[in-house]
C-alpha cells in the first residue's frame, strides 16, 4: 500500500514571478556593467600636502587642492603652474610636477562622472529591493486553486510501514496536507 500526500502549494502567476527573475537578473547585470565602468574618484576627507592622489583597493582619494610635490607648500594655480616655481624676478618656470599634476587634474575631472554612477548603481539595487519584495509577496499570497493542475500538487509515495510510523508520531495531523492511502 503505497501513501499520497498531495500537499496544496501557493497558486502563483508563473509569468509574474518569471519577470520579476528575469528584471532582478537583468538590473544586476547593469548594475555590475555600471561598476566596472566607474572609475571610483572621490576627494579625501582630509587633505594631505605630501599626498595628492591615493590609492586603495576599491577607491582613488585626491586632494582638494594640487600640492606641489618640488616646490614644498606650493599649490597649482588655476592657469596650472606652480606658484612655487618662480625666476629671481618672481617670473613662472615651468615645473617638473606638472605630468603629476595633469594626472590629478584628470582624476578631479573623473569625480562627477563616479557621483553619477554611483547615484545609478544605488538607484538600481533599490530597484532590485523593490523587485526581491515583490516576488517573495507573489511567493507568499495564495490564490485560488486550479483543478487538474499537476504543478500545483507534491506527490509523495511511502510503504504501509512508513505511514505506520507517521500516524503513530502524530506528524499527518496537519490542515495543510491531505493523506490519500492507496495499495500497492
Known sequence: MLVVFVLPTICLSQESVAECDAMMLKLNKQISALKKQNPNVSY??????SINVQKSMRKTFVNRVFMCPFHKG???AANGRCSGATDAYGRELPCKAQSKYLEWK????SIPETERIDAE????????KELKETRSNLSATPKSKPKNDSRSK??????????????????I???KMKIVLVDD
Open 44 to 49: 579625501a576627507e582630509k587633505e594631505n600636502p
Open 74 to 76: 606650493f599649490a597649482y
Open 106 to 109: 584628470r582624476l578631479v575631472d
Open 121 to 128: 548603481i544605488e538607484s538600481l539595487q533599490n530597484q532590485v
Open 154 to 171: 507534491i506527490i509523495i509515495n511511502l510503504k504501509r510501514s512508513s505511514v505506520k510510523k507517521l500516524l503513530q508520531d502524530g506528524i
Open 173 to 175: 495531523e496537519n490542515d
